[in-house]
């Protein structure tokens, strides 16, 4: 019973560590790249998804219960795995460091665009710091009581129901849109944030059925996807869709309550935690590729290093386009560490196997 509770933790933990601000403009996204009923696409693009997972899966089922990481360690030269490392240290710093600005510049936008954006992004790391802070096992709880928090905006779709046009549809599949490989990867980058995940792997027993849960959690998020996008072509028309920067947000606008003016205000905070969780994961990712690196630091001083690296990469970025951009082009970086970092083991077994016993 207890291996399922945590199974359910790590459903939960995949599900926000890929969700986040994206999926406010995740359907005009689909609407630029894929064009009409581009919400389809979510379910392709999930099923790659599951194969990089199985990969990872089928690789770890190789290394047993060592780490990707400490097999890269001890099959490479010293300086050959500091310079890999101190890559997806940067790589990872900078994806978090770029999400919590991009919400941040969200907040400021629409709540106080007269109020400097360095006070909310020095708000949001010191959370992040407090979080890191907890132990992996806490942290991973405390996900799983945010995901209450959020999980219950899925709810506001509904009343959209009535609104929900299949005309907007249209029959035609994939027009209109710019099928190139690099923005179809800029999609795809969406569900990123599996791959910190298995870095889990010493921390959980095998009665968790690690893959299991994030396969789970995968479809949880494609769920989310799927369903926020369907509303969001049938209650928009496409020429609408692709025009709105933010249609997911936009669309709670027209939510009317007595209570509140505007139930859009209630959203975004409730999505600050979301955002937090994937900045967190992906620092405490970055954390422990540094400990491989350094293993005589304390983890309250790599924490601090961490955070305090990430926090300065937000000051290179100023504007919210400059920004977006730059996110993309890293994001798209990640697919390969996603699908490489499994390979890139694969082929150092054999090696690793002649200096230790795997």
């Known amino acids: 019973m207890e291996g399922r509770r945590y199974q359910f933790h790590l459903i939960v933990l995949t599900y926000m560590i890929q969700s986040g601000v994206v999926i406010f403009a995740l359907p005009r996204i689909l609407g630029e790249v894929f064009g009409t009923n581009g919400w389809i696409a979510i379910f392709p693009l999930s099923a790659i998804v599951i194969l990089n997972i199985w990969f990872f899966s089928f690789v ?14 001890i099959a490479l030269p010293k300086w050959i795995y500091y310079l890999l490392f101190i890559i997806i240290i940067v790589l990872w710093c900078a994806i978090a460091a770029l999400v919590l600005k991009q919400f941040a510049i969200i907040i400021q936008i629409i709540f106080f665009p007269t109020t400097h954006v360095f006070w909310f992004i020095t708000s949001m790391f010191i959370i992040v710091f407090v979080y890191l802070n907890l132990g992996i096992t806490n942290m991973v709880k405390a996900t799983t009581i945010f995901f209450y928090f959020s999980i219950w905006t899925l709810l506001l779709g509904l009343i959209f129901l009535g609104e929900f046009d299949f005309v907007r549809l249209t029959s035609f599949l994939f027009k209109d849109g710019d099928l190139s490989l690099f923005q179809i990867a800029s999609v795809y980058t969406s569900f990123l944030g599996f791959e910190i995940m298995f870095l889990l792997t010493p921390y959980v027993k095998k009665s968790t059925k690690l893959v299991r849960s994030m396969i789970l959690g995968n479809l949880l998020t494609t769920f989310v996807y799927g369903y926020t996008s369907l509303i969001c072509f049938g209650f928009y028309s496409f020429q609408q869709l692709v025009n709105i920067q933010f249609p997911t947000l936009e669309l709670f606008a027209y939510i009317e309550a007595p209570f509140l003016e505007r139930v859009d205000n209630l959203i975004v905070p409730v999505f600050i935690i979301k955002i937090i969780v994937t900045g967190v994961f992906f620092l405490w990712g970055a954390k ?9 630091v304390e983890e309250k001083k790599s924490i601090i290093m961490i955070v305090a690296f990430a926090y300065v990469i937000t000051y290179v970025f100023t504007t919210y386009t400059e920004l977006e951009t730059w996110l993309t082009y890293i994001a798209v970086i990640e697919i390969g560490v996603a699908f490489g970092l499994p390979l890139l083991v694969l082929l ?10 795997l």
């Open 348 to 357: 150092l077994i054999p090696i690793a196997r002649r200096k230790v016993q």
């Open 60 to 73: 770890y089922k190789k290394i047993g219960e060592r780490s990707l990481f400490e097999v890269i360690s």
């Open 288 to 296: 422990e590729a540094f400990g491989y690196m350094v293993m005589n």
